[in-house]
Nanobody
Framework: QVQLVESGGGLVQPGGSLRLSCVAS????????LGWFRQAPGKEREAVAC????????YYTDSVKGRFTISRDTVKSTVFLQMNSLKPEDPAVYYC???????????????????????WGQGTQVTVSS
């Protein structure tokens, strides 16, 4: 059974950093793409970053390029989202998600309907405030 558990959220000042972790179980992490998403109150779920299976590319939404970095540790079966230079528009619940029957990174290539599918974690709250 696929399970994703996020952690690492918290309160940080503008310009600060956080590193989110997504521990995966029930599948081999290196064989699947995995994405980070966020949802702020009253807003739609947004794709933030995605790491492809194996040695494939990574993807980022424009608003986080140069500030966020997604990476994978296959030994720890964990995907990280390093978030630097956090801004007031970054607060949200952050989720990681994967799928067995499609490439989650396809969302970044235009197949945005896929954001409603796949296996999702419970989320971790990120708050940016001075």
């Amino acid at each position: 059974q696929v399970q994703l558990v996020e952690s690492g959220g918290g309160l940080v000042q503008p310009g600060g950093s956080l590193r989110l972790s997504c521990v995966a179980s029930g599948f081999t992490l290196d064989y699947r793409s995995l994405g980070w998403f966020r949802q702020a109150p009253g807003k739609e779920r947004e794709a933030v970053a995605c790491i492809s299976a194996s040695t494939g590319p990574t993807y980022y939404t424009d608003s986080v390029k140069g500030r966020f970095t997604i990476s994978r540790d296959t030994v720890k079966s964990t995907v990280f989202l390093q978030m630097n230079s956090l801004k007031p528009e970054d607060p949200a619940v952050y989720y990681c998600a994967t799928a067995s029957d499609f490439d989650m990174c396809a969302i970044f290539r235009g197949d945005t309907s896929l954001i409603n599918f796949g296996s999702w974690g419970q989320g971790t709250q990120v708050t940016v405030s001075s």
